[in-house]
T-cell receptor, first 112, second 113 residues
């Protein structure tokens, strides 16, 4: 069983549509980070959230950290083909220091 | 560019061999983390060093070891390699601290033949 359940695993949508990716756990996280990874490259940090209930916006991307710091979501508005990639959530458990526990990832494809 | 440099980018070797992966963290970062990414396991934490000292170990095999040098670069040594060790190995660095973001290098792709 994954400590961080990420859903959906695959998502294929048309340009202009909205989408939400979810990251859920029964454990509490000190912080949670969202990354985007392209083939052959390392994960690129999008955002870090640390406070329960926190909402951060990055252009068309909106990130939310659950009040209890057990879950998070990534919402993309008006998706574009350039948003295509593997989106990963990763959290630092309260009991495990700064090491990151990763979700399995959401492979997003935005079709023109 | 994350500022984290990993070499080599690709490694192809045979079972039973030993390899060394190198990581240079971002300027000013004291923490270095190593992760393994395989198709069936996703990204898994291996080990964390802070300013030269080991801070935490994850699911790292006994055949694997790491160290962080005084100039803060780190090396991950993999020995007695098995086919199942084929994976992407990533290094990440941060300034230290639980809420500090980790920045990843582009990884080393290890292929065991």
């Amino acid at each position: 069983t994954q400590l961080l359940e990420q859903s959906p695993q695959f998502l294929s949508i048309q340009e202009g549509e909205n989408l939400t990716v979810y990251c859920n756990s029964s454990s509490v996280f000190s912080s949670l980070q969202w990354y985007r990874q392209e083939p052959g490259e390392g994960p690129v940090l999008l955002v870090t959230v640390v406070t329960g209930g926190e909402v951060k916006k990055l252009k068309r991307l909106t990130f939310q950290f659950g009040d209890a710091r057990k879950d998070s979501s990534l919402h993309i508005t008006a998706a574009q083909p350039g948003d295509t990639g593997l989106y990963l959530c990763a959290g630092a458990l309260e009991t495990s220091g700064s090491r990151l526990t990763f979700g399995e990832g959401t492979q997003l494809t935005v079709n023109p | 560019d994350s500022g984290v440099t990993q070499t080599p980018k690709h490694l192809i070797t045979a079972t039973g061999q030993r390899v060394t992966l190198r990581c240079s963290p971002r300027s000013g970062d004291l923490s270095v983390y190593w992760y393994q990414q395989s198709l069936d396991q996703g990204l898994q934490f291996l080990i964390h060093y802070y300013n030269g000292e080991e801070r935490a170990k994850g699911n790292i095999l006994e055949r694997f070891s790491a160290q962080q040098f005084p100039d803060l670069h780190s090396e991950l040594n993999l020995s007695s390699l098995e086919l199942g060790d084929s994976a992407l190995y990533f290094c990440a660095s941060s300034s230290g601290g639980i809420a500090q973001p980790q920045h990843f290098g582009d990884g080393t792709r290890l292929s065991i033949l």
